[in-house]
């Protein structure tokens, strides 16, 4: 649906649009907020895709039905519930869905029900909301506490490590094919730093050789003896 349908209207916009995005006031923060909200879309999509294949629904349509609106919460715990009698996740699996469960999932959710503005310098985001405002915020009433802040970088930082995320799971869901099993082998998002991790701890990778890496890449199952 158009807002806007003449010719002179939509070159205005094209024009602000330019401008914007060249010069204007809040690039940092619309890139910080595009970057990680994409980048967190394309994670739940691939655990959903997970989801669909531990549950052995192979018609997608009726499974884009039923799980839609559903957030990524439910389906990870819905993934790790299908998966317990096969016990279809690996370690390393485990602990960045607990990550993105524990840490990515409020994260997102502070985003996306808050208003999220930088302070001045732009490297604090604060998540105002109706009773939590910056202080130098005009519409500030004298009762308002501050608002939860971060470092911008940290939402950088936290769409970076949901796009290495994306990759590994997307291996996983080739490798399970060959093996039964949902596994990151070649980890390269790093666990957080005194997450405290409550559930499995991850498993270091056994190491693989040139050739085997090579297979492993392609999805094909490997030829050594330590492969399960």
């Not at 130098?136 to 608002?147: F, G, I, K, M, N």
């Not at 490798?175 to 998002?189: C, D, L, V, Y």
């Not at 790093?190 to 056994?206: E, F, I, V, Y």
Request: glycine residues 4%.
């Amino acid at each position: 649906m158009k807002f806007w349908t003449s010719a002179d209207d939509l070159k205005f916009l094209q024009e602000s649009l330019d401008k914007r995005l060249k010069e204007g006031p809040d690039q940092k923060l619309h890139f910080l907020i595009g970057f990680f909200t994409a980048a967190y879309a394309i994670v739940e999509l691939r655990i959903t895709l997970m989801l669909a294949k531990a549950t052995k629904i192979t018609q997608l349509q009726s499974f884009d039905l039923l799980t839609r609106g559903m957030d990524i919460k439910t389906k990870i715990e819905r993934l790790r519930r299908a998966s317990e009698k096969e016990s279809l996740l690996g370690p390393n699996l485990i602990a960045r869905l607990n990550i993105v469960d524990d840490y990515i999932r409020p994260l997102r959710n502070k985003v996306a029900h808050t208003y999220a503005v930088l302070d001045a310098t732009e490297t604090k985001l604060h998540f105002a909301t109706l009773v939590a405002l910056p202080k130098t915020s005009a519409t500030r009433h004298p009762e308002a506490t501050d608002p939860e802040t971060i470092e911008a970088f940290e939402l950088f930082e936290a769409a970076a490590w949901l796009r290495l995320l994306n990759a590994e799971l997307s291996e996983a869901y080739r490798w399970q094919a060959h093996t039964g099993k949902f596994e990151i082998i070649h980890p390269r998002s790093p666990l957080r730093r005194g997450s405290g991790q409550s559930h499995d701890q991850p498993k270091t990778a056994a190491k693989l050789g040139r050739r085997e890496r090579k297979r492993e890449r392609k999805g094909q199952p490997l030829r050594r003896k330590e492969r399960k």
